[in-house]
């Protein structure tokens, strides 16, 4: 695969009045857009009804339950992208609860695909919210790079205007991020081709 034929989704993972994650997520999918090398679909978690109670079945037992109406899109677009960039804050030293939910309602749609983190908080940048989801994409059968971004004290970082107010740093990241991402992306894709071994 070559050119812009992986798909990336930009995941929005903030739900809550007066987040910045459509700040920094708009920032990425442009220096994604500058790499040039994944058509890039930004999913704002916002735009859908997800309920917190998830079937009787878990989707991992179930890999296409019966989605609610307001989530069949969403799980349409995760079930397309070839790659994921999650963009988190952590909340009370964890992430999003809006971002639990979506994960446990699928199974198959991260399964063998490559999953990349940009971070923003106050202190952390972060950090302590991709540590755990870390853990959860691994559970999933999904491959988590090494690489990410973090913001530490964004409300500093941006101006009011959403502008990086030194980008340099960020960028160079951010292409470092979307080289291995992309890296994995491709192996990966080829090896969703090859059925799974038995368990």
């Known amino acids: 695969m070559t050119g ?79 790659a994921f960039v999650i963009v988190t804050p952590d909340y009370n030293r964890s992430f999003p609860a809006s971002l639990k939910a979506v994960i446990d309602w699928h199974f198959t749609q991260w399964q063998a695909k490559a999953v990349a983190f940009v971070g923003y908080s106050g202190a952390s940048g972060g950090l302590l919210a991709i540590e755990q989801l870390r853990q959860v994409f691994n559970e999933l059968d999904a491959h988590t790079v090494r690489e990410y971004v973090s913001f530490p004290r964004y409300y500093l970082s941006f101006d009011e205007e959403g502008r990086l107010r030194e980008p340099e740093e960020p960028a160079a990241a951010a292409r470092t991020v979307l080289d291995r991402l992309h890296w994995w992306a491709e192996a990966l894709a080829v090896a969703r081709r090859v059925p799974a071994a038995a368990s």
């Not at 890039?40 to 037992?61: K, M, R, S, Y």
């Not at 109406?69 to 397309?80: N, P, T, V, Y």
């Open 4 to 82: 812009t034929s992986l798909r990336l989704g930009v995941i929005v993972g903030s739900v809550r009045d007066g987040r910045f994650g459509p700040v920094v997520a708009s920032w990425f999918a442009a220096e994604a857009a500058r790499h040039g090398r994944f058509e890039i679909d930004v999913i704002d978690l916002a735009e859908f009804d997800i309920p917190l109670e998830l079937p009787a079945v878990p989707p991992a037992l179930e890999p296409n339950p019966e989605r609610p109406a307001g989530m069949r899109e969403l799980s349409r677009r995760l079930e397309a992208a070839d």
